[in-house]
T-cell receptor, first 112, second 116 residues
Framework: QKEVEQNSGPLSVPEGAIASLNCTYS??????FFWYRQYSGKSPELIMF????GDKEDGRFTAQLNKASQYVSLLIRDSQPSDSATYLC????????????FGAGTTVTVRA | EPEVTQTPSHQVTQMGQEVILRCVPI?????FYWYRQILGQKVEFLVS????????KSEIFDDQFSVERPDGSNFTLKIRSTKLEDSAMYFC??????????????FGEGSRLTVL
């Protein structure tokens, strides 16, 4: 079983719509959860993190965490063409684990 | 704004040769990482380094790989005898807080390694 699983996409949404990205993880003891964005040929950059169950909003982005279901999601509201990128879910496992494990990413294309 | 810098940006080498990839993490950061990304694939963890020693390494990080922090500022990844399958983008990252405490990893722009 993969540590972090994401739908690879591509996910195509019209400009102004909501893009919904999903991620599941296998380690029930996972502590911290991150969403990174990676433009083609570039390095990952942090969008936001979440560590408590529920929702966390930051501008047009909302992360949702459900530890019981081992599920974390990212909503992008009012999607813009500049949001077109690959979105990486990343998870830290046990409390003494320094490793950030990445999913394969979901590619999002926002159509103008 | 402080950033992680990596050199070289692109290196081409022959199979079996040794390669050293260099990174200068952000100066007050304590946690250092190497990740790699084979073209079209996911970002894979190689190794983490804290308090001048390896804190964790993956199955990929076998005896042909080593890391050093030779002078308190640089952080290097050495691949002793490169193989074709080592061709990838190698990312260095650093953070001031452990990711288990939601510390953000700041990534460098990457070093693309091509093994012929």
């Amino acid at each position: 079983q993969k540590e972090v699983e994401q739908n690879s996409g591509p996910l195509s949404v019209p400009e102004g719509a909501i893009a919904s990205l999903n991620c599941t993880y296998s380690d029930r003891g996972s502590q911290s959860f991150f969403w990174y964005r990676q433009y083609s040929g570039k390095s990952p950059e942090l969008i936001m993190f979440i560590y408590s169950n529920g929702d966390k909003e930051d501008g047009r982005f909302t992360a949702q965490l459900n530890k019981a279901s081992q599920y974390v999601s990212l909503l992008i509201r009012d999607s813009q063409p500049s949001d077109s990128a690959t979105y990486l879910c990343a998870v830290v496992g046990r409390s003494n684990d320094y490793k950030l494990s990445f999913g394969a990413g979901t590619t999002v294309t926002v159509r103008a | 704004e402080p950033e992680v810098t990596q050199t070289p940006s692109h290196q081409v080498t022959q199979m079996g040769q040794e390669v050293i990839l260099r990174c200068v993490p952000i100066s007050n950061h304590l946690y250092f990482y190497w990740y790699r990304q084979i073209l079209g694939q996911k970002v894979e963890f190689l190794v983490s380094f804290y308090n001048n020693e390896i804190s964790e390494k993956s199955e990929i990080f076998d005896d042909q790989f080593s890391v050093e922090r030779p002078d308190g500022s640089n952080f290097t990844l050495k691949i002793r005898s490169t193989k074709l399958e080592d061709s990838a983008m190698y990312f260095c990252a650093s953070s001031d807080i452990s990711p288990v405490n939601t510390g953000e990893l700041f990534f460098g722009e990457g070093s693309r390694l091509t093994v012929l």
